[in-house]
């Protein structure tokens, strides 16, 4: 009997169906849709997945050369992903991505935020940049969703979560009278984190503004009222760094600069890597490495025998 051939787009639909009955996380599946609905557009959605070859998958990933490695790892991973569940259904008789070495990311430096470099950006929330009009004096205009957007920066610096995390919280999620929320990382996992009571007295104040919220509801909304996406996050806090003049706003650096306060205030690295939801402490030694270099540089400035030469 002739074995049935199924096509890109029969196959992804057969993936899709098979990771949603896993209880993959949105952001997980967003992220594999979008690089396998690009690895589609290079192939043609009719082609045969068992005709696809590995020099195919490396010319995907050769067009996309401008982009960062860690960029094109997640895409490696996905498209692994993909053929890992193809191979266990039969429809193909290896895993061609697993042949291609993957993209090994590159290690970029720790930055946190400063206490004024925040406080800048809280203070950009309200307010427009100055701006004049023929005829007009120097004038602005109010930003709308400043509440919303005070919320998410002291949510990100509180808590140090991933911008995915952040997006997928529901309503639900938020314990408002224990100050915590229960957050679906990486791989699934389940953590509860802890946030301050102003940041607590923040999100109250955001909700106040949307009376109607369902328990389903995202916690952050965007100002058309959808679920707020990644992308939407890391415009929203590029505009806020241009406002208030601080370059390299992303959400990721919120999370350095959670984790390094953490341990400059007497955290400890256990508790830390779990608050962060990383399965291994490699992350945490590299902010532990910055926290401690912060302390020798604060002592050589600070010590009475150097500085008295005694």
Partial sequence: MKKTQFTMEQAKEGYFLNAAARGLSESTLRDYDNTINK?????????????????????????FDHLSKKTLLNYHTGLSAMWRWALDEKLVESNIVRAIKPPKPESRAIVPFTET???LLLGALEKS????????????????????????????????????ELCDIKI???DTRNTRIRVLGKGSKERAVKYSSRTGQAIWRYLASRPDVRPSDPLF??????SMDRDNLR?????IGERAK???VHPHRFRHTFAV????????PFTLQDMLGHSTLDMVKRYIHLAQSDVDAAHRRASPVDNWRL
């Fill in 39 to 63: 690895f589609i557009d290079q192939v043609g959605a009719t082609t045969p997945i068992d005709t696809v070859t590995t020099q195919d998958v490396e010319e995907f990933l050769v067009s």
């Fill in 117 to 119: 470099e925040l406080k």
């Fill in 129 to 164: 940049k100055p701006y004049t009009r023929p005829g007009k004096r120097l004038c602005d205009h109010s930003i709308p969703g400043a509440d919303r957007n005070r919320a998410i920066i002291l949510l990100l610096v509180d808590t140090g979560l991933r911008a995915s």
């Fill in 172 to 174: 639900e999620d938020v």
């Fill in 221 to 226: 909304a965007t100002l058309d009222g959808y």
């Fill in 235 to 239: 415009h929203l806090l590029d505009t």
């Fill in 246 to 248: 601080v370059p390299d």
């Fill in 261 to 268: 306060q953490f341990l400059r205030n007497g955290g400890d």
